[in-house]
């Protein structure tokens, strides 16, 4: 079974940070290869690719919304992946959810990813 547990959101003012984590974990493996994404999801909005990262962490795909601003990063020993926001925008406000690829591919379509997260709300007030 595997379970992914995001934390770190919260609610700050135009142009602060957050740093989301994304636990992956897998009864009876420690070690998980899978490629991880954020997306987010705004209200009445479908859900949107923020970010990805291959499991070897050499490879990261971002929106174009985000990049220069948000940073993907993951910790293999811990199997936990990183989201770093900065100079954040009221339009970044969203519930953000963690998803993992088992083939280790690091897509913009949602329905390409196998497990996700419950989510985490971020709000950025303007």
């Known amino acids: 079974q595997v379970q992914l547990v995001e934390s770190g959101g919260g609610s700050v003012p135009a142009g602060g940070s957050l740093n989301l984590s994304c636990i992956c974990t897998?009864?009876?493996?420690?070690?998980?290869?899978?490629?991880m994404a954020w997306f987010r999801q705004a209200p009445a909005k479908g859900r949107e690719f923020v970010a990805g990262i291959t499991w070897s962490g050499t490879s990261t795909r971002y929106a174009d919304s985000v990049k220069g601003r948000f940073t993907i990063s993951r910790d293999r020993a811990k199997n936990t992946v990183y989201l770093q926001m900065n100079s954040m925008k009221p339009e970044d406000t969203a519930v953000y959810y963690c998803?993992?690829?088992?083939?280790?591919?690091?897509?913009?379509?949602?329905?390409?990813?196998?497990?996700w997260g419950q989510g985490t709300q971020v709000t950025v007030s303007s």
């Open positions: 998803a993992a690829d088992r083939w280790g591919r690091v897509a913009v379509a949602s329905s390409e990813y196998d497990y």
């Open positions: 897998r009864s009876g493996y420690s070690f998980i290869n899978y490629a």
